[in-house]
């Protein structure tokens, strides 16, 4: 295993243990960042929590982060890109789908990526060329069986706000873009879309679909990959589809219209 591999499954799986200690089944306090998006006190800490390893364990390196660094200047070195609380609405109202997510960024492309959901306890990890795992066990995208009536569409709140969707899967909106990157990836969910996530959501699920055998794309046909120099991410969102197949993944995109 990649010495960075195992030092992310340790980081991910600490920030969990440390986002718990702000967790509460009631529900936490929220602010609204300027866009309009949660942000809680418990993401801060996080953020800060995973930037100190960071700067500890590998100073040479760059980070972005939603909350702390959101730009990146020149990058003459591998680049981590975190969210230190992905599904903060889902955190906020004491609903358990919610978790940390970090990659590794090497020559523009994901090298790493390890996604923790605490209350699940699940921890999905890749590492390009080595396949995607869910707690130690391989894990692979699965594409509907004819006559299965369970195969679900994962997506976001604002799909249906600013797409018309014709897509005939039971549809499942879970409140965390990581959370349906890793769903398609384990098999769970046969095609995915998230409308608006930014690079720090996608970043290490990218990965993981990909190392499962799926398939991931920009709606738009943006390029969150390679990462780009001197850049503001917060001023961009990648609008992702993806599936357990290629071959899904184009028939969705046909039965995806964005509104007039």
């Known amino acids: 295993m990649d010495s960075s591999l195992k030092f992310a499954e340790q980081l991910a799986t600490d920030t969990g243990k440390h ?31 995973i930037a100190q ?9 760059f980070l972005i982060s939603e909350e702390l660094q959101p730009t990146i200047g020149d990058i003459d070195a591998p680049v981590w890109i975190v969210d230190p609380l992905d ?14 997510s970090i990659a590794r960024i090497v020559d523009g492309w994901p090298s ?3 996604v923790y959901f605490p209350l699940l306890e699940e921890l999905f990890t890749a590492q390009r060329g080595s396949g995607a795992f869910l707690n130690g066990e391989q894990i692979h995208g ?7 009536p369970t195969s679900f569409f994962s997506c976001c709140t604002r ?10 899967y039971k549809t499942r909106i879970l409140g965390s873009a990581c959370y349906t990157l890793c769903a398609v990836a384990r098999g769970m969910a046969v095609v995915g879309f998230e409308a608006t996530p930014k690079i720090w959501d996608i970043a290490a699920g ?21 990462l780009q120099a001197n850049y503001d991410y917060r001023l961009t969102s990648f609008p992702i589809l993806l599936g357990a197949t290629s071959e899904l993944v184009s028939k969705s995109r046909k039965q995806i219209k964005l509104k007039q």
Do not use: M
């Open 112 to 114: 790493i990526g390890v």
């Open 87 to 100: 599904g903060t609405t889902n955190f906020s109202l004491g609903f358990p789908i919610w978790g940390v």
């Open 53 to 61: 390893a960071l700067q500890r364990d590998f100073p040479a390196d």
């Open 142 to 148: 699965q594409p509907s069986i004819q006559g299965q």
């Open 206 to 226: 990218w990965l993981i679909v990909a190392e499962s055998g799926g398939a991931v794309e920009t709606y738009d046909h943006s390029r969150p990959f390679p």
């Open 19 to 49: 986002l718990l200690e702000f967790f509460t089944p009631k529900g936490t306090y929220t602010n609204l960042k300027e866009d309009h998006s949660v942000v809680t006190e418990a993401d801060l800490s996080a953020d800060h929590l």
């Open 159 to 168: 799909t249906h706000q600013r797409y018309d969707i014709s897509i005939r």
